[in-house]
């Protein structure tokens, strides 16, 4: 069996992503799907979407006998390994690295991106867990940064990119004068909102129709409030890995909080915008040399949407040009789980 740890189960499109391509990674690699066991926080819905099984992520018990005859724990992938959002969050994912140390089960770090991380305690913690697995793969170099300022083995990992740069890759032919807009819940949201609703009518002013795609919890709930104060402006319904290509098929512009929002538009030949609310956006916006925007700099961000625009050709050749690159570093993260997986 082999046990995959990570933030799966909540309905967050961007990590349900990244486990599909982590259990294509390993289906190519020979395993079946019935031999990947992911820890879920909903496991009826991880079975039926992934076509693996699945253990409650809280079950510790359950968790412990598993490890006691797993081939390997995968810890990944994404920003897992952070304290930002929760102080909970790395003891957690740690706890479930040093349980399969204890069975001594090897671990695989895939596909992280790691920060930021106030306590140096769990800085510490962190690399001495990279150091004591058996493999690792982190998705941008300042995560390899990280790690090189504890001293942690270059050698038994590598610098890759995001998992889910390895979905498929959509061109388009024809495009409408569509702006896709996510936003997340985030702490400035009561403050700025009003600012949000000034910006879409200023967008459809310019002659776009704009729609709200929400891609994890909490997005919807933004989007409802926007619904109800604007006139023309909808809301994606329910998008899911199976229907994916429908919102994003037409559309010319996608300004996106989260990362994954920034990927899927790019994969889909939709030029993204990226809102900075943390590093890891401002990281793969970098990436790919799309526009980025400080949440302090939103009022000017309909005049540098008026720019990409009138220079979409431009900006377009520049990110496919990148995407091609981090598509195949991206293959980087199934050679670290060959390392371990296919040894004997």
Known sequence: MIVVSGYYGFANLGDEAILAALCDDIETLGFSRKEI?????????????????ALGRYNLPAIWRVLGSARALISGGGSLLQDVTSKRTIPYYLGVVEMAIMRRVPVVMYGQGLGPVQSAFYRKWIAKSFVRSAAYSVRDRESARFLAAYNVPEEKGMVTADPVFGRELRLQQERENRI???LRPYQGWEAQRELWLELICSWQRLGYQVEFLPLGPG????????????????????????????????????????????????????LPLAVDYDPKVREVSGQLHVPCWDLEDLPSLTAGLEETAANYEQHRLRYQKSLSKLREWAQGNQKVLARVLLRE
């Open 37 to 53: 066991l992911v820890l879920s926080q909903n496991p009826v819905q991880t079975e039926k979407e992934h076509g693996v099984r």
């Open 219 to 270: 997005d919807r709930q933004l989007g409802e409030y926007l619904e109800g104060r604007l006139r023309h402006f909808a809301i994606q319904p329910d998008v899911s890995l199976a229907n994916l290509v429908q919102p994003f098929q037409g559309a010319r512009l996608c300004v996106s909080m989260r990362l994954h929002g920034v990927i899927f538009s790019a994969l889909h030949d939709v």
């Open 180 to 182: 896709l807009l996510n």
